[in-house]
């Protein structure tokens, strides 16, 4: 065996922060930059009834509740799993799909950086009071996540663009 690094076949693994519902363009697109950089996607659902409470040196996290929605979690999770293989249907892609607890920024970084990715792909929020509420009290994913790490982040519309004469949400 070699004390050199073994040549890696493409960079790290792509990561799709996705939530049930959200469009399957995103997928899609997450997709197609692992399939350039022959990497693994990851396909992330961030559980954010749940928080870490704890971790373990050994890298155990012990979560805490705050809503008791353990059948929810995995509904939601099936349901990401679903959209994935209908929207990958026939790719070549090798992909998994996984659930991470918290703040769904932070819990992209970590997630990140624990499997060394090369580039996380989320959607824009889709449009609504309900929405531009929650991105006014927490704040645009996308923009936490262009801050708060080091690696580029692609953000995907999720429909119809807004026009030049119309609002922004946050207007």
Known sequence: MSDQPRPRTGRGKVIAGVVPGQSARIVREAAHYAALARAELVVAHVDTTRFVAFEDPDGYV???????????????????????????????????????IGDPALALIQLADEIDASLIVVGTRKRGLGESLREFLTGSVAARLSHRQRRPVLVVPQGEPVGAEEQLPWE
């Open 62 to 100: 012990h979560s805490s509740t705050v809503d008791v929605a353990g059948d929810a979690a995995k509904a939601a999770l099936d349901e990401v799993r679903r959209m994935t293989a209908e929207a990958l249907a026939g790719s070549t892609v090798t992909w998994t799909a996984r659930q991470i």
